[in-house]
């Protein structure tokens, strides 16, 4: 398992880039805009990191995440921090092996890539599937999400 990011919803973009770019120095690496769901995803690194991620394609260095929904939420502030983010050799082998440990699988791994996990502090934890996505298999292609994360 590997460290990847760290997701925090943010209410204002421009004011969260001023203080995590402008003011703490980390440098934008990537940034996806999501027309049809209607959120922005911007990644970060710490400027250290930023060769590491240069070496390494793909998810190469560990990032913060910030999620801008367009249309206004309210979170609480409990909410705010989004989740943790691992990659696993084998996603299924993954998350048989926490169900065998009494953990639910909040959103199951139906796409190959990408399951959910809450800590016994409901902090979620995003599981991601290191290379390509492995083929659709049951159990986990019909099984329901559990909860939310």
């Excluded at 367009?70 to 169900?99: N, P, S």
């Excluded at 953990?103 to 290191?130: C, W, Y």
Aim: charged share 30%; with cysteine; glycine share 6%.
């Amino acid at each position: 398992m590997r460290y990847l990011h760290t997701m925090l919803r943010v209410r204002n973009l421009d004011a969260a880039l001023k203080f995590y770019s402008d003011a703490l120095g980390l440098k934008e690496v990537r940034r996806i805009d999501n027309d049809k769901a209607k959120f922005t995803l911007v990644f970060l690194c710490a400027p250290e990191d930023e060769g590491i991620l240069k070496a390494s394609p793909g998810r190469g260095a560990p990032l913060v995440e910030l999620t801008y929904n367009w249309e206004e939420e309210k979170y609480g502030e409990d909410r705010y921090f989004g989740h943790l983010a691992y990659e696993v050799d084998d996603i299924y082998a993954t998350c048989a092996r926490l169900m065998k440990l009494g953990i639910t699988i909040n959103r199951p791994p139906r796409d190959g890539q990408m399951a959910f996990v809450r800590s016994p502090d409901l902090h979620s934890i995003e599981l991601l599937q290191k290379g390509d996505a492995k083929p659709p298999a049951e159990p986990w292609t019909s099984m329901p999400n559990t909860g939310h994360w």
